[in-house]
Nanobody, 118 residues
Framework: QVQLVESGGGSVQAGGSLRLSCVVSGYTVSSACMGWFRQAPGKEREGVATINGYTTFGDSVKGRFAISKDNVKNTLYLQMSNLKPEDTAMYYC??????????????WGQGTQVTVSS
């Protein structure tokens, strides 16, 4: 059974930082396409960052967020700095086979809430 469990969310003031973690079981992070997504109430789900041999970032977070993997811990991370109120959202990690990543992510976590206040 594949499970992705996010943690590390919380409330922070603008300009602060957080590191989100996604512990994966039943799937190997090192051989997978991994990504972070977020969704705020009333808004569409937004891609934040992906890692699949290389990294990509959404324009709104580029230069502020970093994505990384720990293959030993089988964990995905999202380091967020200089947080802004518009970063407030539920953050989800996701996984897919590398060869089919462009077709969409197939495994999803339950999410962790990030709230950034002014």
């Amino acid at each position: 059974q594949v499970q992705l469990v996010e943690s590390g969310g919380g409330s922070v003031q603008a300009g602060g930082s957080l590191r989100l973690s996604c512990v994966v079981s039943g799937y190997t992070v090192s051989s997978a396409c991994m990504g972070w997504f977020r969704q705020a109430p009333g808004k569409e789900r937004e891609g934040v960052a992906t890692i699949n041999g290389y990294t990509t970032f959404g324009d709104s977070v580029k230069g502020r967020f970093a994505i990384s993997k720990d293959n030993v811990k089988n964990t995905l991370y999202l380091q967020m700095s200089n947080l802004k109120p518009e970063d407030t959202a539920m953050y989800y990690c996701a996984a897919a086979p590398r060869v089919t990543c462009s077709r969409g992510f197939v495994y999803w976590g339950q999410g962790t809430q990030v709230t950034v206040s002014s």
